[in-house]
Nanobody, 115 residues
């Protein structure tokens, strides 16, 4: 029973765009802070973007100005709009929900950016 399910990944050329979605179920979505993380082959998982329950956002320096995180509490969904994609953005992208000591991870969606 997956609480978080990502979608929207795929293959895109450098300079292109993708929008990732993460649909939440079986949790009180609006009470969770939500984040996107990514993991490239041979590298550790890293933070990409976060949005709090109240809508505050923060980003990794590597994606500032190119990625936008948003949430729709009515749809229990968090989004990651990715523009001006670069080959170094290639990774599996994971959705993460956190409230106090409770947290959930999605299974991830692959994003591949070709040069």
């Amino acid at each position: 029973q997956d609480q978080l399910v990502e979608s929207g990944g795929g293959l895109v050329q450098a300079g292109g765009s993708l929008r990732l979605s993460c649909a939440a179920s079986k949790i009180a979505f609006s009470t969770y802070d939500m984040q996107w993380h990514r993991q490239a082959p041979g590298k550790e998982r890293e933070f990409v973007a976060g949005i709090t329950r109240s809508g505050g956002t923060n980003y990794a320096d590597s994606v500032k100005g190119r990625f936008t995180i948003s949430r729709d509490n009515a749809k229990n969904t968090v989004y990651l709009q990715m523009n001006s994609l670069k080959p170094e953005d290639t990774a599996v992208y994971y959705c993460y929900a956190r409230k106090s000591w409770i947290n959930y991870w999605g299974r991830g969606t692959q994003v591949t950016v070709s040069s």
